[in-house]
């Protein structure tokens, strides 16, 4: 018996590797047709388990088939866990024979006791069964051997190996899918801070260079750029500066819709892809960006941050460019006062304010901008 056991049990291993290398991303998804059909990965597990089973008598054998169930059950739920568990009471049945009448109360013990465990030791998502409470999700598998006839014989034969068995391929299949798991985590992270400036938590230039090349008809590039911003180094220090970034970071993310996003783009400077703005509407959405930061003091510095702002439309044209014309018009912008708006025209290839200033604004030390 110890011997097909083992059997089953190195064929569970190589199958939960299988099962591992389906998920690709973190966090793993719960819905959608991914889902479904992951959970029907791990049914189909339990049930090629059952084609290699160590046989007690006649109809009556055993197998590791629960410890695919049991990870369903602690990983994503009851309900993902019957769902699983299910299709393979409906092979159970079909194969039929004397040990039914065990089988399936064995499938629900597991279930059970997985649900209790998940409740009462899971409650963060993401956690892990410590290793020493493994053993007792499968402490009643086998117990219902004792319903069948001359069952305290197959009971005394089978239980103490089987909960072994099943205890070793819990702690190895499911550490491979923690592994798994790790692995797809940290990949995650290392990938987000490739693309994410440290002090801001805005993206950075590597991801906008990425972004930059798929904008489409209708998408708006705005750069930003902050005014006398070395005043604010030299007169609060750099480490308000870097407050005041991060406030800048801020105001700017909320002026953004779902698939807007705002860019550290470098220094003191900030760029913004709106997507699918009206043309006639790129007036109002840069002045609204330029305010959004200018109209409030800063918290750091209880003074007004005035920032210059230039926009250009995408039109088909090449990325250097796009740039160069978004750049164009925050040179404009500047050259004119600063806390200005500028926006290129394609039709006449010139920069054209939102609307003429009678009169500067005082700049973030009360001065006039120069």
């Not at 604010?232 to 807007?260: I, K």
């Not at 920032?307 to 160069?324: D, H, K, Y």
Request: aromatic share 8%; hydrophobic share 45%; proline share 5%.
């Amino acid at each position: 018996m110890m011997s097909s056991l083992l059997f089953n049990l190195t064929l569970l291993v190589t199958l939960h590797y299988g099962l591992a290398q389906s998920y690709r991303s973190w966090p793993v998804t719960r819905s959608g047709l991914g889902y479904w059909a992951r959970l029907a990965l791990f049914s189909g597990t339990s049930i090629l388990l059952m084609q290699v089973p160590t046989r007690l008598a006649d109809g009556v054998f055993v197998d590791t088939r629960t410890v695919p169930l049991a990870f369903v059950t602690l990983m994503y739920g009851p309900v993902a866990g019957l769902a699983v568990t299910l299709p393979v009471i409906a092979y159970r049945l079909w194969v039929g024979g004397n040990g039914v009448l065990a089988a399936i109360p064995s499938l629900m013990g597991v279930l059970l006791i997985a649900t209790l465990l998940r409740r009462t030791l899971l409650r963060h998502p993401g956690s892990w069964l410590p290793w020493p409470w493994i053993p007792v999700v499968f402490c009643l598998q086998g117990v219902s051997l004792l319903l069948l006839p001359n069952g305290r014989q197959l009971f005394e034969q089978a239980y103490p190996t089987l909960l072994l068995v099943n205890t070793i391929g819990a702690v190895i299949g499911w550490g491979i899918l923690r592994d798994r798991f790790a692995t797809l985590r940290l990949t995650r992270d290392w990938r987000a801070a490739a693309v994410t400036d440290a002090l801001t938590g805005l993206a950075n230039r590597r991801q906008f260079d990425e972004d930059v090349r798929l904008l489409e008809p209708g998408d708006v590039l705005m750069l930003i750029d902050l005014d006398h911003f070395k005043r604010v180094n030299d007169t609060f220090g750099h480490q308000v500066g870097d407050e005041v970034l991060r406030e800048v970071a801020s105001r700017l993310t909320a002026e953004g819709r779902g698939r807007d996003r705002a860019y550290r783009y470098g220094g003191e400077e900030f760029a913004m892809i709106f997507r699918s703005v009206p043309e006639g509407a790129i007036p109002n959405v840069a002045e609204r960006l330029r305010s959004a930061v200018s109209a409030r003091v800063m918290p750091a510095t209880q003074a007004r941050v005035t920032v210059s702002v230039g926009a250009v439309a995408f039109s088909g044209v090449s990325v250097p460019t796009l740039l160069a014309r978004a750049d164009t018009a925050l040179y404009a912008a500047k050259e004119a006062g600063r806390d200005q708006v500028r926006i290129w025209k394609e039709v006449s290839d010139e920069v054209v304010p939102v609307q003429e200033e009678d009169s500067a604004r005082p700049d973030l030390l009360g001065g006039s901008p120069s």
